[in-house]
């Protein structure tokens, strides 16, 4: 099983390529340089896995949520590679890649996992994740809103993301009892992304690379100017 996995969605930009259980990643923080970083890590990372792009069987992308010029970088090159190549495309939740990054390094955090990312407007994207074995699982659905309804969750957790830290005067200044430890500086990556594609890829979720799409949640992000009045 050949993957290659792009995640764009935060300032962190990134690509891996899962060959046959091995997993070959670059990672970057690198606000506002995505477009001028993709393919040349694209290119670099597939060099090094030893895998051209035709042996490739499935293009996996974090499809959000997250910023919504990043999401489109992600998803623009997934579906361009996947139409040309003719390659099934499998999206991975942003959320979900920063979850299964703090389950691998904390396998054993008291209660759930509570990702949320920064999502401007005073809002932030999040997602809760219970494990279900070695592996998590989304509880109900990813969601937008205000910060302070993080606070009112209630059960042990272990939190983290820019969610939390940009609005940490609001929600961490002082952690209601609950947050069972809060993890600083936790970014999706095209690592995780590649990870859980490959679970996702022996499930059979994969899409057709025409139907490829952004999850941005807040229905307002994608409509231009003077159409708000119109949603």
């Not at 990372?45 to 489109?72: M, S």
């Not at 961490?172 to 069972?180: M, V």
């Not at 307002?220 to 708000?228: R, T």
Request: proline share 6%; charged share 20%; with cysteine.
């Amino acid at each position: 099983m050949k993957i290659l996995a792009i995640e764009t969605a935060t300032e962190a930009c990134s690509v891996a390529v899962y060959n046959d259980g091995e997993i070959t990643a670059r990672f970057e923080f690198a606000p506002r340089e995505h477009t001028q970083l993709i393919l040349p890590m694209l290119d670099d990372v597939l060099e090094e896995a030893g895998v051209t792009r035709e042996e490739l069987d499935a293009i996996a992308f974090g499809c959000g949520p997250g910023a919504f010029t990043g999401l489109r970088i992600a998803v623009g090159i997934a579906q361009g590679l996947g139409l040309a190549l003719n390659k099934p495309l499998i999206p991975i939740s942003t959320l979900a890649t920063m979850a299964e990054l703090v389950l691998e390094n904390q396998p054993d955090a008291e209660g759930n996992y509570i990702a949320a990312l920064d999502a401007r407007m005073g809002e932030v994207y999040w997602g809760e994740y219970a494990k279900q074995g070695d592996e998590l699982v989304l509880v109900g659905e990813e969601q937008v809103s205000a910060p302070e309804a993080l606070t009112e969750y209630g059960k042990p957790a272990i939190v983290f993301g820019s969610g939390w830290e940009v609005y940490q005067e609001t929600i961490l200044q002082n952690p209601p009892p609950w947050i069972k430890g809060i993890i600083r500086e936790v970014f999706p990556s095209a690592y995780y992304v590649a990870k859980l594609a490959a679970a996702a890829w022996l499930r059979g979720e994969t899409i057709d690379a025409a139907d490829a799409e952004p999850v941005y949640l807040r229905n307002n992000v994608a409509l231009k100017k003077g159409e708000q009045g119109k949603a």
